[in-house]
């Protein structure tokens, strides 16, 4: 099948910890993005990813790091340095000379 | 700056009424605009979209949607909501933002509408 893949569906966060979250997509799309949900603010954009080896940030990347290696990947890191990261957290696809992003299923991060 | 309304946070309907959800944006060009629906604990899932031509476009599950220009508005309609149509329900608009590295393509999204379905 074909889709986008976010794990773990649950993290959890300690204090000064950092933390990497997956996504991996087997659609041969060449743009990717991170989205921040949070209750009642809608899906802000973290980090996004035309090509490979190539990223730039979004409205909110204090805090945030990304690589992007390989096509399929697009890992995103959540740092000590962002002092509020518990939200829910959605990657995207977009095929090339298309406007549609697709989603993954998210992943919930819980700081203890 | 781009943005996008959504002015109601919570509509609740009757199984079989008919819903309309409203959005409005701000964009200086023509708008690519999108409806996503979000089940709890999920990801977002397309609805529709408009980039250009009939400005009434049909999605998937029954829902509609017309662009009206001259209102900024981008407002989705179903004649008949069932229960499993209770979700969160999303508007963005697309824009393509031109920088040293090139263009890039990018959506901002409302901040959302909760739908709730009595029986």
């Known amino acids: 099948d074909g889709g986008i893949t976010q794990s773990p569906k649950y993290l959890f966060r300690k204090e000064g910890q950092n933390v990497t979250l997956s996504c991996e997509q087997n659609?041969?799309?060449?743009?990717m993005y991170w989205y921040r949900q949070d209750p009642g603010q809608g899906l802000r954009l973290i980090y996004y990813s035309q090509i490979v080896n190539d990223f730039q940030k979004g409205d909110i990347a204090e805090g945030y790091s990304v690589s992007r290696e390989k096509k399929e990947s697009f890992p995103l890191t959540v740092t000590s340095a962002q002092k509020n990261p518990t939200a829910f957290y959605l990657c995207a696809s977009t095929p090339v000379g298309e406007e549609t992003q697709y989603f993954g299923p998210g992943t919930r991060l819980l700081v203890l | 700056a781009q943005s996008v309304t959504q002015p109601d946070i919570h509509i609740t309907v009757s199984e079989g009424a008919s819903l309309e959800l409203r959005c409005n944006y701000s964009?200086?060009?023509?708008?690519?605009l999108f409806w996503y629906v979000q089940s709890p604990g999920q990801g977002l899932q397309l609805l529709l979209k408009y980039f250009s031509g009939d400005t009434l476009v049909q999605g998937i599950k029954g829902f509609e949607a017309e662009f009206k220009r001259s209102q900024s508005s981008f407002n989705l309609r179903k004649p008949s909501v069932h229960w499993s149509d209770a979700a969160e329900y999303f508007c963005?608009?697309?824009?393509?933002?031109?920088?040293?590295?090139?263009?890039?393509?990018?959506?901002?999204f409302g901040k959302g509408t909760l739908l709730t379905v009595n029986p």
């Open positions: 659609l041969n799309h060449d743009a």
């Open positions: 964009y200086g060009a023509t708008p690519y």
């Open positions: 963005a608009v697309g824009r393509i933002e031109d920088n040293s590295g090139g263009s890039n393509y990018k959506l901002t």
